[in-house]
């Protein structure tokens, strides 16, 4: 009995080992920092890096983001004076 006990607590003991090495392969992830963005190949600003016009690219940029802002105040402003 007692063997039979040890044989199946030494079976389980394998098991959960098995299990344990399967779960590691799974969640095993690439070498990576994980503080980086990937944008994998088809970022934008790559592209403009790759082909020497990121300067243009930053400046278009910019330009985007000033004119959302600028549309985002503009109902706000409008409602102002409508009062």
Do not use: I
Request: aromatic share 4%; glycine share 2%.
């Amino acid at each position: 009995m007692e063997e039979e006990n040890k044989v199946q607590e030494t079976e389980q003991e394998v098991e959960a080992t098995e299990e344990k090495q399967e779960v590691k392969k799974e969640v095993k992830l690439k070498d990576s920092n994980p503080y980086h963005k990937d944008y994998g190949e088809d970022d934008d600003e790559t592209k403009a890096f790759l082909s020497g016009k990121l300067s243009k690219y930053h400046q278009e940029q910019r330009e985007n983001k000033a004119n959302a802002a600028t549309e985002q105040r503009t109902p706000m402003r409008l409602k102002k004076l409508q009062t």
